[in-house]
């Protein structure tokens, strides 16, 4: 019976497709080629003793030599309690011991940084249903004895006490903006009811998970330059960058790819000089982990036996393209190990078309000119009040394609308000409101198209059914065989 109707369950194994060993040549470690392996990364097997010194010149590598003051980013997670780790057996316990080569003076044996700062960004006052994990985080970091805790809450951005400490007073008037719509910056309802206000005006729960990315970002950004830190350092691991790059091209970020990979960022109040070689207020966001996968983190953590808090769980629906990409990435990651790193390797080569100056209020990242203009070109738009002129007045002049797309999105599930039903202010974060009163919409306005229709107009799309004849007309300049 199976030789006639060809049985799946009676076939040989020789007609199936052989599935590819976990491990390429042998089961002995690849570095030492002595002692039996006890972890295969991406097909090549490594054992307990080579791996310590694998993931530590890794890290070497990644984080720049030329550091001079240092702020580390903590979630309490996987990543980011590995990069704690490292951090201290690279540049704190092993410095001054009787390993290192050179006499007492050599510099080897003096300490890289006299200090280092490990902030956190609490996040439980914008759900009331999260309790606080100050503690927790705290003592995870007070562990190690070189670190200084600093906590920061996620409504800090929307505190107008928060931003006159860390940008030393910069104004936040918004009473001469021509904005089509009041904007609120914490207020008398204070910075928490600004916070929720902001996050229940966001459309989906996609949106609401990229922007509390993009505050906390920002937090770690400007509490770095406030301590006077030029480099940020966080524990984003490859696989997290991987989910991370893939859900920003999603979104609309694919301008800012090089961004993710490594980042130069200054507050829009400071300038540089432009032969000024000391500090001016810059800060280099750096990810060390950026080649070192989510199973080695796993590894390290339970040959060195510390342990993880864990990450805050957001109490958003799972349906989000944050969520998605990261089951899809994970699920690859076990079945397709190489591929993960190709990804993050390949999207790292990318680079945008162009060079822009301008920055987005919302996310401070570089925007793309002439955003508004292929907007424009692409939809249909009804001028109801004033001329297009006057539109480049409006919120979306100062806004990168991601954010305003992250703000105007469209979801049938969503029950959020639309900003043009909302009747009460629109909170924005206090550096969008600095940026609002400290300078004029970014110059995408020159890039918007001319348009000679009337006001009051809608653009109407007509349409005509041609012939044989007059298709064959339109396309005759491009067929090679007539």
């Known amino acids: 019976m199976s030789e006639l109707c060809g049985n799946p369950a009676a076939e040989t194994g020789e007609a199936l497709m052989p599935k590819r060993r976990k491990f390429d040549r042998s089961r002995v470690c690849v570095k030492c080629k002595t002692n039996p392996g006890n972890l295969v990364i991406r097909h090549s097997v490594y054992c307990k003793d080579c791996f310590t010194?694998?993931?530590?010149?890794?890290?070497?590598?990644?984080?720049?030599?030329?550091?001079?003051?240092?702020s580390t980013g903590f979630s309490g997670g996987l990543g980011s309690s590995v990069l704690l780790d490292l951090v201290h057996k690279v540049y704190c316990t092993s410095v001054g011991g009787d390993e290192s080569k050179g006499g007492r003076e050599h510099p080897r044996r003096n300490r890289v940084w006299k200090k280092i700062h490990v902030c956190y960004v609490e996040m439980c006052d914008a759900f009331p249903e999260t309790s606080e994990r100050i503690a927790?985080?705290?003592?995870?970091?007070?562990?190690?004895?070189?670190?200084?805790?600093?906590?920061?809450?996620?409504?800090?951005?929307?505190?107008?006490?928060?931003?006159?400490?860390?940008?030393?007073?910069?104004?936040?008037?918004?009473?001469?903006?021509?904005?089509?719509?009041?904007?609120g910056v914490g207020g008398d309802s204070g910075p928490i009811s600004a916070l929720r206000s902001h996050l229940r005006a966001l459309p989906t729960p996609t949106a609401i998970q990229s922007t509390l990315s993009n505050?906390?970002?920002?937090?770690?950004?400007?509490?770095?330059?406030s301590i006077g830190a030029s480099h940020l350092v966080l524990g984003t691991s490859l696989t997290s960058l991987s989910i991370s790059l893939i859900s920003s091209i999603s979104q609309g970020g694919g301008f800012v790819v090089p961004q993710a990979i490594h980042e130069e960022w200054m507050p829009p109040f400071v300038q540089r000089m432009p032969d000024d070689n000391s500090w001016n207020g810059e800060v280099r966001l750096v990810r060390p982990l950026r080649d070192i996968g989510i199973k080695e983190c796993t590894a390290w953590v339970w040959w060195h036996q510390f342990p993880v808090v864990g990450k805050q769980r957001i109490p958003i629906p799972k349906q989000t393209i944050g969520n998605l990409t990261k089951d899809f990435i994970i699920g690859l990651e076990r079945d397709y190990p190489s591929t993960v790193s190709t990804i993050a390797k390949t999207v790292g080569k990318l680079a945008?078309?162009?060079?822009?100056?301008?920055?987005?209020?919302?996310?401070?990242?570089p925007t793309q000119r002439s955003v508004q203009a292929w907007k424009a070109q692409t939809a249909i738009h009804s001028f109801t009040e004033g001329s297009p002129a006057d539109l480049t007045s409006a919120l979306p002049s100062y806004?990168?394609?991601?954010?305003?797309?992250?703000?105007?999105?469209?979801?049938?599930?969503?029950?959020?308000?639309r900003p043009?039903?909302?009747?009460?202010?629109?909170?924005?974060?206090?550096?969008?409101?600095?940026?609002?009163?400290?300078?004029?919409?970014?110059?995408?306005s020159a890039d918007l198209p001319s348009c000679s229709r009337p006001v009051n107009e809608i653009c109407e799309i007509k349409r005509t059914k041609l012939d044989v004849d007059d298709m064959k007309s339109v396309v005759d300049a491009f067929l090679l065989d007539k």
């Not at 505050?215 to 330059?225: M, S, V, W």
């Not at 999105?409 to 969503?414: D, F, I, Q």
């Open 215 to 225: 505050l906390t970002r920002l937090l770690l950004l400007y509490t770095a330059y």
């Open 399 to 417: 806004l990168c394609y991601s954010c305003h797309t992250t703000l105007t999105s469209k979801s049938s599930r969503s029950t959020a308000p």
């Open 420 to 444: 043009s039903d909302m009747t009460s202010a629109m909170n924005l974060p206090t550096w969008a409101a600095a940026r609002l009163a400290l300078e004029t919409p970014d110059k995408q």
């Open 53 to 70: 010194p694998l993931i530590s010149t890794k890290f070497r590598q990644a984080l720049e030599p030329h550091i001079n003051h240092v």
């Open 352 to 365: 945008p078309k162009g060079k822009s100056e301008i920055r987005c209020i919302m996310c401070e990242l």
């Open 136 to 183: 927790q985080i705290r003592g995870a970091v007070t562990r190690y004895e070189d670190y200084e805790f600093i906590s920061v809450r996620i409504q800090d951005a929307f505190d107008r006490g928060w931003w006159e400490r860390v940008s030393g007073g910069v104004a936040l008037d918004l009473a001469e903006s021509l904005l089509p719509f009041n904007l």
